[in-house]
């Protein structure tokens, strides 16, 4: 198995493992950021710890079985921080919309495509 493989399995296993808690339901404002309307479910796995000591974040698409699709890789020079998103059942399309949020402003990021969907 190459290491790519075990990521993926090894993301999967997490997800798999961990109740996903949507704290910030599509067609909701953020709430520091209320021109900001969330395209899809957005919210963690509990009982994990991401680098800024919350729980890993999840967008949630509307492909059913929720496998991860997809993660994204952010950087924010405004916060100084590195996070990852993991993608549930996205579509190609979500994916889209959910990478191009987090190219704005301070922010950049890069797409990693699950290769075993």
Same mark, same amino acid.
């Given at each position: 198995?190459?290491?790519?493989? @075990? ?5 999967? *296993?997490? #997800?798999?493992?961990?109740?996903? &808690?949507?704290?910030?339901?599509? !067609? ?8 900001? #309307?969330?395209?899809? @479910?957005?919210?963690?796995? *509990? ?7 919350? !729980?890993?974040?999840?967008?949630? !698409? ?8 997809? #993660? ?6 405004? &916060?100084?921080? %590195? ?5 549930? !059942?996205?579509?190609?399309?979500? %994916? *889209? %919309?959910?990478?191009?949020?987090? =190219?704005?402003?301070? *922010? ?6 699950? =290769?075993? =969907?």
């Amino acid at each position: 198995m190459s290491s790519s493989e @075990d990521f993926w399995l090894k993301l999967e *296993q997490l #997800v798999a493992t961990s109740n996903v &808690k949507i704290n910030r339901p599509r !067609g909701t404002s953020h709430p520091r950021y209320p021109s900001f #309307v969330y395209p899809l @479910d957005y919210g963690y796995l *509990q009982d994990t710890k991401a680098g800024d000591g919350a !729980g890993i974040d999840v967008w949630i !698409g509307s492909l059913s079985g929720k496998t991860v699709t997809a #993660v994204i890789c952010t950087i924010d020079l405004e &916060k100084r921080d %590195t996070e990852i998103k993991i993608l549930l !059942g996205c579509t190609s399309d979500e %994916t *889209q %919309t959910i990478l191009k949020i987090h =190219n704005t402003g301070s *922010q950049s990021a890069t797409l990693l495509l699950c =290769n075993h =969907n």
